[in-house]
């Protein structure tokens, strides 16, 4: 048994004691999360692919905002936005640079979070769902956030799909690919209706709504 499993054990949900661990992300990966590349990636083709045609209300749940380059994009759009990051260093910074704005930042885990029943009208988690570290705790994070969004809430996203540059980005990181064919059956195994996945060039993107 490794130090991390035997930690891991230690922890119900497993994933705040293998983030301390095994660090979600490598430093190039920090990088390159925080460059502007991505962030005009995300301005540019990302983000609009993502939300193109959903209303995501005005109570908006964003899910592993890392450094905050979509966060940015979303709290110009939505009045209310709460973000959920589970590594304490990019959610205090976060919390400090976002301070007085329409953006609530929790340092949290998403596969077990502390929101209430229905608190969002809408949730979005944008390439985040691969840096967890079990299709089981993926499964978890989609059924917290069909329980935390109101009847008819929407949970829109994307994630990468594997390719040689992709692993490279990831070497010594957290990456549980999500395979985007059996993705639908996933979201509505956690109660989801309306489910749309659409692949495109290296990525996938997501619709699913909470039943009425
Ligand atoms: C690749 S970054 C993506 C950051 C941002 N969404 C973007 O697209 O630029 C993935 C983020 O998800 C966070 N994360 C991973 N597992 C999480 C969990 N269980 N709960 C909350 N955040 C999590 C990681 O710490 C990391 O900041």
């Not at 209310?80 to 589970?86: N, P, W």
């Not at 840096?131 to 969004?149: K, N």
């Amino acid at each position: 048994m490794s130090a991390c499993d035997r930690f891991c054990d230690a922890d119900p949900s497993g994933i705040r004691l293998r983030a301390a661990i095994i660090p979600p992300m490598n430093a190039y990966h920090r990088r390159y999360c925080r460059s502007a590349k991505w962030a005009r990636q995300l301005e540019e083709t990302v983000l609009p692919w993502v939300i193109r045609d959903y209303d995501l209300g005005a109570d908006v749940l964003e899910i592993g905002p890392g450094p905050g380059l979509a966060t940015d994009l979303l709290r110009a759009r939505y009045p209310r936005l709460t973000c959920i990051e589970i590594d304490e260093k990019l959610a205090t910074s976060l919390k400090e640079r976002l301070g007085g704005t329409n953006v609530e930042v929790h340092q949290g885990d998403a596969t077990a979070m502390l929101f209430p029943d229905g608190s969002f009208s809408g949730a979005i988690a944008m390439t985040m769902l691969h840096h967890v570290p079990s299709a089981e705790l993926q499964d978890r994070l989609l059924a917290e956030t069909f329980r935390v969004l109101r009847p008819g809430g929407v949970f829109a996203g994307s994630d990468s799909t594997v390719n040689l540059k992709f692993r490279l980005v990831h070497l010594f990181d957290t990456m549980v690919v999500v395979d985007p064919g059996p993705f639908a059956r996933r979201l509505e195994a956690a109660g989801f209706v309306d489910v749309a996945v659409r692949e495109g060039k290296g990525a996938f993107r997501f619709r699913a709504k909470k039943p009425a």
